[in-house]
Each structure stands twice: as structure tokens, then as C-alpha cells.
């Protein structure tokens, strides 16, 4: 079991080694995109230092998000009865709990500090797009925690104090982002793929569809099409 699983958090760590050049890669053509529409981003107050901040955060959070997601999908493929099965359900979902619980008050630190002057507007989004980015991860972690646990005994699950419910009230919270005025912050510094995952092949058993897309991401599709197609009315 340890062996699958270190093998994958050494290729992502390979992953990640060439991932920070190509965020500073990435930096300068999005933000030469977005002069035209600086006004309505907010991105006139984001210093050059910070928006690059931004892109290596979001793009770490995700690398994370998808190195959880991957490892539980071992530990849980590894387990070899319904009883250590559910162990493993519990801890993932006691783990992504008490994160997205840190990130909700590490949010509500941010605004505090953004209100009173602490940190700059560019800080302030900087960090917030991190967050936003982790607790998608936390979504799409608990949405396999949850598919993980519709094959498991519902006896299994109560032994190890898995409740379905509470699993999916963990995906929904964290597909919240924070709120409606936390994702956008997060969107108008990282762009619309903000925390979507880096995984072009999902770990069975995982919330992805195939194409890497989150609840949260079908919720922002679905925003977007219908101000398209206002917009082409």
C-alpha cells in the first residue's frame, strides 16, 4: 500500500518541479490579455509580484488537490475488507473537514484584514484565489469519498461513524467557494478554471467525469452559457 502510494507523490512532485516555471510562463499572456478589461477584472490594483503569486497558489492547490485525490483512491483500492474500507472513507472525509473548516476562517481572516487595510487589494486576491482553488479540491475529495462509500456496507460505514449525509453536505459546503462574491474575487485574478483539476485520467472512483470538472465548475459552465446567450440575444 505504501509502495503505489509513494510512487505517486514522487510523479507529482516531478509534476510540480516544471509546474512553477510554467506559472510564470503563463503569468504574462493572461495578464497582457486581460489590459482590455482591467476595470471590470479588478486587475488594475494587482501588482505584477502578486498576480504571479496567484498563479503559483492556484496551481500548487490544485497539484495538492489531485495528490489527496489520487492517494485516497490507493489507500481505498488498497484496503482489502469493508471495515478498513470505511476507516479509510472516515479519515479522508475527518481530513477534508477540519481543512475546509480552516479555510472558511482563513477567508473570513482575509476580508477582515482586507477591510481594515492590513493587506493590499493584490494580496487580498492573491489569496483568496488559493483558497478557493484548495476548497474545490475539498470538493472533489469528499465527491469520491462519497462515490467511495456507495460501495461499502451501510454497517461498515456506521462502525467507522461514516454518515452519506454528512459527506454530502462536506461536498456541498465546500462547493460553495466560500460564497458567490468569494469565487468571483477568485475568478477575476485565476480565471474561470480556478482549483479545476490537473487530472486528464481520474482516479476510479473519483468525482471527476472525465473531463476534470467539479460540481462547482458545472454550476460556473451553466452561469456562463446563460450570459452568453443573453449576450447574443
Known amino acids: 500500500m505504501n509502495r503505489p502510494t509513494s510512487i505517486t507523490l514522487v510523479a507529482v512532485l516531478l509534476v510540480a518541479a516544471v509546474a512553477v516555471p510554467l506559472?510564470?510562463?503563463?503569468?504574462?499572456?493572461?495578464?497582457?490579455?486581460?489590459?482590455?478589461?482591467?476595470d471590470e477584472a479588478g486587475n488594475d490594483s494587482i501588482a505584477p509580484g502578486e498576480?504571479?503569486?496567484a498563479a503559483v497558489g492556484v496551481q500548487n492547490a490544485e497539484l495538492e488537490g489531485d495528490v489527496s485525490e489520487r492517494a485516497f483512491g490507493v489507500r481505498f483500492a488498497s484496503a482489502e475488507t469493508n471495515e478498513t474500507k470505511a476507516a479509510v472513507i472516515a479519515t479522508e472525509v475527518n481530513e477534508s473537514r477540519q481543512r475546509l473548516a480552516e479555510l472558511e476562517d482563513r477567508l473570513a481572516t482575509l476580508n477582515e484584514s482586507r477591510e481594515t487595510g492590513e493587506i493590499s487589494e493584490g494580496r487580498?486576491?492573491?489569496?483568496?484565489?488559493?483558497?478557493?482553488?484548495?476548497?474545490r479540491?475539498?470538493?472533489?475529495?469528499?465527491?469520491?469519498?462519497?462515490?467511495?462509500?456507495?460501495?461499502?456496507?451501510?454497517?461498515?460505514?456506521?462502525?467507522?461513524?461514516?454518515?452519506?449525509?454528512?459527506?454530502?453536505?462536506?461536498r456541498d459546503r465546500a462547493g460553495e467557494l466560500g460564497g458567490p462574491e468569494t469565487a468571483e474575487t477568485a475568478r477575476s485574478i485565476a480565471g474561470d478554471?480556478?482549483?479545476?483539476?490537473?487530472?486528464?485520467?481520474?482516479?476510479?472512483?473519483?468525482?471527476?467525469?472525465?473531463?476534470?470538472?467539479s460540481q462547482s465548475d458545472e454550476r460556473a459552465d451553466g452561469n456562463a452559457g446563460t450570459d452568453g446567450a443573453a449576450s447574443d440575444g
Open 124 to 135: 487580498y486576491r492573491a489569496e483568496v484565489a488559493t483558497a478557493v482553488a484548495e476548497m
Open 23 to 38: 506559472a510564470a510562463a503563463t503569468v504574462a499572456p493572461n495578464g497582457g490579455a486581460q489590459d482590455g478589461t482591467a
Open 193 to 213: 478554471d480556478v482549483g479545476r483539476s490537473t487530472n486528464a485520467d481520474p482516479t476510479p472512483g473519483g468525482s471527476n467525469d472525465g473531463n476534470g470538472e
Open 51 to 53: 498576480q504571479f503569486a
Open 137 to 170: 479540491g475539498i470538493e472533489r475529495r469528499a465527491a469520491a469519498a462519497e462515490t467511495a462509500a456507495s460501495e461499502v456496507p451501510d454497517r461498515a460505514l456506521a462502525d467507522s461513524g461514516v454518515d452519506a449525509e454528512a459527506i454530502r453536505t462536506l
